[in-house]
């Protein structure tokens, strides 16, 4: 997927990010629980997590958030510009639903360099996935304010 525009150099404060989506699927759940270790059958076991009262397997919240960090990378046109990512836990998000990632230039410190940015992550029908989400990124060298 292409990064989101407009690029840091241009976006001024109030500035809206496009979405990025990105759909989730059984396999994507199973491969970030092998990464990171998490087996939980929450995520793993349709039955379990049916037992559980959930209804079926839910995505790990490090999914999401790192789902979150991949748009804010790409945005600020590397990783490694980003500086801070935070967010909360919200809701869950299933296999079958896209999370629908957004944000919004809040502030840029020309002093420091820095863009931070307000985020969001939902699912299609509206779930907030992430609450009181937000990221510092690196404005690129020459083109702070």
Known sequence: MAPPAPPPAT???????PEWRQPITQEQVAAYAVASGDHNPIH?????ARA???GGTIAHGMLSMGILAAYVGAWAGSAAAVTDLRCRFAGMVRPGDTLICRGRVAARDPAGGTITLELEATTESGTRALNHASAVVRAPAGEED
């Open 52 to 54: 559980a009262g959930l």
């Open 44 to 48: 793993l076991d349709p039955e379990f």
């Open 11 to 17: 976006a001024a404060v109030g500035t809206e990010l």
